[in-house]
């Protein structure tokens, strides 16, 4: 590296900052609904995925969740064997197969979802209002700029 080449500070490197706290997050997440609930944290964004948008395929998730086709199928099969998530085809397009939660997957996620609310009110209990506005707008502008 030359003397004019900057010099990287992992610790202040954005990418690592921002990847750094999801991973604390995602695994404090994952304690309060693995083992009692037998959900992965993938499960769980599938989960939480089609509670809001029921009716979508495995690619269509994989787009809301930025999951890799692998994790999207690996997650799909176990939540599918746990008979939480119903894998029918598509009433437009016979090709095409749709996901949407069983009735055991709706109440899975109706017992998980207070204690991930909860985990996050405590979290932003911390910020200020304006802190929280702030935060709110700086991840829209971040996330725009690199999904544009």
Same mark, same amino acid.
Request: charged content about 25%.
């Given at each position: 590296?030359s003397?004019?080449s900057?010099?990287?500070?992992?610790e202040?490197?954005?990418?690592?900052?921002?990847?750094?706290?999801?991973?604390?997050?995602?695994?404090e997440?994952?304690?309060l609904y693995?083992?009692?609930?037998?959900?992965?944290?993938h499960?769980?964004?599938?989960l939480?995925?089609?509670?809001?948008?029921?009716?979508?395929?495995?690619?269509?998730?994989?787009?809301?969740t930025v999951?890799?086709?692998?994790?999207?199928?690996?997650?799909? &099969?176990? /939540?599918?064997? %746990?008979? @939480?998530?119903?894998?029918?085809f598509?009433?437009?397009?016979?090709?095409?197969? *749709?996901?949407?939660?069983?009735?055991?997957?709706?109440?899975?996620?109706?017992?998980i979802?207070?204690?991930?609310?909860?985990?996050?009110?405590?979290?932003? &209990?911390? /910020?200020?209002? %304006?802190? @929280?506005s702030?935060?709110?707008h700086?991840?829209?502008?971040?996330?725009?700029? *690199?999904?544009?």
């Amino acid at each position: 590296m030359s003397e004019n080449s900057p010099n990287l500070i992992l610790e202040s490197f954005l990418p690592y900052r921002l990847s750094y706290l999801t991973n604390i997050i995602s695994r404090e997440l994952s304690i309060l609904y693995s083992e009692k609930f037998k959900i992965s944290a993938h499960e769980w964004k599938i989960l939480a995925n089609l509670k809001r948008h029921p009716n979508i395929s495995a690619a269509e998730v994989g787009d809301n969740t930025v999951m890799d086709k692998v994790a999207v199928s690996r997650a799909v &099969n176990g /939540l599918s064997d %746990k008979k @939480l998530v119903n894998k029918a085809f598509s009433d437009q397009d016979r090709r095409r197969s *749709v996901l949407c939660l069983t009735q055991k997957g709706i109440e899975i996620y109706q017992k998980i979802e207070p204690l991930v609310i909860n985990y996050e009110k405590s979290l932003l &209990n911390i /910020l200020t209002p %304006k802190e @929280l506005s702030d935060l709110d707008h700086l991840l829209h502008k971040l996330t725009n700029h *690199v999904t544009s």
